[in-house]
């Protein structure tokens, strides 16, 4: 079965950091280009940062460029987004998604980032 099992998420002072993780199985990872998602209450959801199938060029929303970076470690299935200097309109579910080249899509559960004093 597909699984996207994403971690990491909790509750940060702004200016600080968290790391999340989402670990892939059930289709193949390598092949997917993966993304990072992000949906606060009463908003739309929106494109955080995005990794090709191979690595290359990651992009990001305006929003937390120079804060935010994309990574992947397809030998663990694992795409990670490191958040630094975080602020409060950071504070949504991030939703790791999945797409695989010529393939099917899959969204991932959602992992809470609340970044309060």
């Known amino acids: 079965q597909v699984r996207l099992v994403e971690s990491g998420g909790g509750l940060v002072q702004p200016g600080g950091s968290l790391r999340l993780s989402c670990e892939a199985s059930g289709f193949t990872f390598s092949s997917s280009a993966m993304s990072w998602y992000r949906r606060a209450p009463g908003q739309e959801r929106e494109l955080v940062a995005s990794?090709?199938?191979?690595?290359?060029?990651?992009n990001y929303a305006d929003s937390v460029k120079g804060r935010f970076t994309i990574s992947r470690d397809n030998a663990k299935n694992t795409v990670y987004l490191q958040m630094n200097s975080l602020k409060p309109e950071d504070t949504a579910v991030y939703i790791c998604?999945?797409?695989?080249?010529?393939?099917?899509?899959?969204w991932g559960q959602g992992t809470q980032v609340t970044v309060s004093s």
């Open positions: 998604y999945a797409k695989v080249f010529l393939g099917s899509d899959y």
């Open positions: 990794i090709s199938t191979f690595g290359a060029r990651p």
